[in-house]
């Protein structure tokens, strides 16, 4: 069973600081990970996705994240945050590509 | 932004009564999802679709059933509405499992209340 595990619901940071969204996951097959973003009343974006290859993926919006398979992990980062950048952030795995499992998401508020 | 029209973005209605929403594609695209988004659960599967007529269960889809008689609509029926379903519902679709395409792309939601 894949599962995603999002630490922190809510994260605040100032604007010009840098983002750190942290995202844990639980598969038994290499994963294909991926971040998506919310804004208000709207549907999911893609913002990034790792299938194989270059561990460091970039995405949209000046993110990027890191592919770490000794920790399970694919944190989020942007190294300067933008107020623009406020939304829910969710990640997620699949391993067959039908099905895909999210995170309970990180919602990322920036203060002026 | 990808061609998906999720109707209606808001209903409110009644326990016990049967309710459908729609999900309409204009990209052409295979794959079809239904999801609900809950606080603190995120976005969990209720159903997909893999072709026309050809659907399979998600994690959650006790009390919803699903059907897609056409390529471009994909119907999610709740056959008899709880409070529990109160939920938004969010309808995704993809090109292709294969993960080289496989991205989905989100319609912008229906906000369901059950009362």
């Known amino acids: 069973a894949q599962s995603v595990t999002q630490l922190g619901s809510h994260v605040s940071v100032s604007e010009g600081a840098l983002v750190l969204l942290r995202c844990n996951y639980s598969s038994s097959v290499p994963p294909y990970l991926f971040w998506y973003v919310q804004y208000p009343n709207q549907g999911l974006q893609l913002l990034l996705k790792?299938?194989?290859?270059?561990?460091l993926v970039k995405g949209i919006n000046g993110f990027e994240a890191e592919f770490k398979k000794s920790e399970t992990s694919f944190h989020l980062t942007k190294p300067s945050a933008h107020m623009s950048d406020a939304a829910e952030y969710f990640c997620?795995?699949?391993?067959?590509?039908?099905?895909?499992?999210f995170g309970t998401g990180t919602s990322l508020t920036v203060i002026p | 932004d990808a061609g998906i029209t999720q109707s209606p973005r808001h209903k409110v209605t009644e326990t016990g009564t049967p309710v459908t929403l729609r999900c309409h594609q204009t990209?052409?695209?295979?794959?079809m999802y239904w999801y609900r988004q809950d606080p603190g659960h995120g976005l969990r599967l209720i159903h997909y679709s893999y072709g026309v007529k050809d659907t399979d269960k998600g994690e959650v889809s006790d009390g919803y059933s699903v059907s897609r008689s056409k390529t471009e609509d994909f119907l999610l029926t709740l056959e008899s509405a709880t409070s529990s379903q109160t939920s938004v519902y969010f309808c995704?679709?993809?090109?292709?499992?294969?993960?080289?395409?496989?991205?989905?792309?989100f319609g912008a939601g229906t906000r369901l209340s059950v009362l």
């Open positions: 790792y299938t194989t290859g270059a561990t």
């Open positions: 995704a679709i993809s090109e292709s499992p294969m993960v080289a395409k496989n991205i989905q792309y």
């Open positions: 997620a795995v699949s391993d067959t590509g039908n099905q895909f499992y």
């Open positions: 990209e052409n695209h295979r794959y």
